[in-house]
């Protein structure tokens, strides 16, 4: 397989997993936000267990955004948009971390642990903001960099 082929599949791979991560995300902050504007009408529990969803849908989107920035540095290649290791570290400890305090939170709640719930949920905002530094991290070198070409695309 030449160079050209494999830069071009994992670049198309990686804008997948972005472009699904940030566009369910976005349909998550819009869901969440439906739900904090609607009426009350007593239906608490309803409204709370969507709102639970809608969280746990952009917090998975988050960890897919992140494992996809990160991706060559996770396969073995080098990165195409040049952004450097420490981002793609940073954003794959981050999505590690969303992906363990996921599957913690969701565990706690079979076991009915609450402060097992809420250490789980600390670790899961811990790692959101991660994702979200190494995210901005990496856009940042990506539009400090002099060649904007990325995987060897202009």
């Known amino acids: 397989m030449s160079t050209t082929v494999k830069r071009g599949g994992i670049l198309a791979v990686r804008f997948v997993l972005v472009s699904v991560g940030v566009g ?6 819009r869901g969440f936000l439906t739900i904090l504007s609607a009426a009350a009408d007593g239906e608490g ?10 969280s746990a849908l952009a917090i998975l989107s988050m960890g897919v955004a992140g494992f996809g920035i990160a991706l060559p540095s996770m396969i073995g ?15 794959k400890t981050g999505s590690l971390v969303l992906v363990v305090g996921g599957v913690a939170f969701v565990t706690s709640v079979f076991a009915n642990a609450f402060f097992g719930m809420l250490f789980s949920l600390l670790v899961v905002l ?29």
């Open 77 to 91: 290649n080098s990165d195409p948009s040049k952004t450097g290791s420490h981002p793609r570290r940073v954003l």
């Open 126 to 154: 811990s790692g959101v903001l991660v994702v979200c530094l190494g995210i901005a991290w990496s856009l940042a070198k990506f539009l400090d960099s002099d060649d904007r070409s990325v995987g060897g695309f202009s």
């Open 45 to 54: 529990f309803v409204s709370g267990g969507a709102l639970l969803l809608w």
């Open 24 to 29: 369910v995300f976005a349909l998550a902050v």
